[in-house]
Structures are given as C-alpha cells and as structure tokens.
C-alpha cells in the first residue's frame, strides 16, 4: 500500500531558523525554516531525494530508519514556509522531494541532510548548484547536481554520476563507475571495478585496486595519471589536451602500446618490442607478449609510463 504525505508547511515540528545565508544564492540574505521527520525504513530499502538549490548529505547507521532532517530557504519568511517538501513511502522504497514553485522565485531552495540503514540502496539523488556527498550504501545509485561537487566514500554497487563545475571525488568503492563533470577534477581512490571518466579543463587521477575491464579517461587542458592494480590484464584509453599521461602500470602486463603527443615526449619503462618507426612524440609496441589495447593521447604534453605503483 502507498502513502503520499504532503508536509504542511506550518507543522508544529518545523522549527524557525531565522535569517541564515547559503552558498547557492552567492551570498544573499535570506529567510529559512529547518525541519526534522522520521519514519521506520527497512534495510535493503531503496531511497531517493530529488532538492534544487541545495544540498545532500547521506550517511548510513545501525538503524532500521531514516531520518530526514533539512533546512529550507526563501527571500521571506512566506517563501521559505509555502517550500514544499513531499514524502512518498512504499513497501521497500522512500523517495524525498523538494517541489519547486510553479512560480520560480529566486533564493529558493531545500538542503537535506539524511541518515538511513547501512544496506539500503542510494537509487537516486538529484540536486543543484549544491554538493551531493554520501558514505556507505549500496548502488546501483545514480548521482546527478550542477555547480556543485560530488564525494561518494564506501558505496558498494554501480555508480553514475554527473556534475557540472564541480569535482567529483570517489573513494573506497566496489563496483563499476561512470563518472562526468566539467571544470572539476576527478579523483579515485581504492576503485574495485570498472572506471570510465570524463572532465574537461581538469585533471583525472585514479587508483584502481581491482578491475577486469578498460579503464578510461577522458578531458580537455588537463592532466591525468592512473595507477592499475598488479593483476591488471585490460586496456587503457586515456585522451587529453595540452596536458600530460601518465600510467602506472604492474611489471608483468602483456600489453600493445600505441602512444603519440605533439610537440613534447614520450618515456617508458618498460622494454618493447616496436612496430613500425620510433620517434619523440610517437610509439607503437608490444610489453611482454602483447595484449589489450593501451591508448594514450595527447597534444602539447608528455606521456609517460611507468612502472609498478605509484
């Protein structure tokens, strides 16, 4: 059976905050209400918060409920009372949504701030210009916000995410990653399964612990550097702009290496054995017996391969 709550903006629980300032309208003054709700929510639940103007923070914790606590925001008092904020629970399944005035007003807005069971499953948040942040939980999750950045610590499943101006920070995470921003870096740490990543004008760095299949990594007029993992045996497409490669790579990989740069170098530290002419800025070549595709690109950077960790 399901329940839609509407939350009445002038429930006793809601408690006046008064004036506050938040990053999202540059520093303007304006008038807040924080709310606070708990329900009972099995683990393995599925959850979702959809807020504009604002952010999210998700943390898990022992407990089969979640709480739901939050500040919304308006240019008066009326604005940030009349904001609001709906709560659908099903069977398995909390969804959390600021709904936004069919009249749009400016310095509107809702952040949330949630604690929910350690197994339940993060399927989707969506915000803008405000950061989404989140420890622990189980994916398959789908990420998305603007102007604002994205840290995902201990998820353990998929991951889709998106932001723009703004970076993208993943650590100690299980599961494949598809990852793009704009004008932020992206860094992984302690990856275990696939990465695909995509930024432009920033750098991409990542340490994957553990992955049977390609890496990629992908931006404009920034750099990026991978370390693999001591077993890897996939591929690498990594293609830049005006920046430099660099790759880490385990001392025993059967690889084909095609790399090229303009006007700048190329290193290795590997022995290979060459296909075709060998120059500064292009190299073609098999390390140990040959394998999968590793494929750097760049222009005015150099690249460089390394070996072991980094």
Known sequence: MRALLVLPVLAAMLTLAGCDIDDFDGGWQHFSRDFHYSYACAPGSRISVETFNGSVEISSWDENNVEISGTKYGPTQAAADNLRIDIDRSTGSVAIRAVRPVERRNNQGARFVLKVPRAAVLERITASNGAIHTAD???????????????VERLHGRLDAETSNGPIDLVDTEGDAQLRTSNGNVDVRGLRGSLDSTTSNSAIRAEIDRTSSDVRATTNNGSIDLALPADFAAGIRAHTSNSSITVHLPPGINAHVIASTNNDSISSEFEMMVHGE??????EGDIGKGGPLVDLDTSNGGIRILKGAR
């Open 137 to 151: 939980g189980v994916g398959p999750s789908h990420f998305r916000t603007s102007n604002g950045s994205v840290r």
């Open 278 to 283: 060998i120059s500064k800025t292009h190299l």
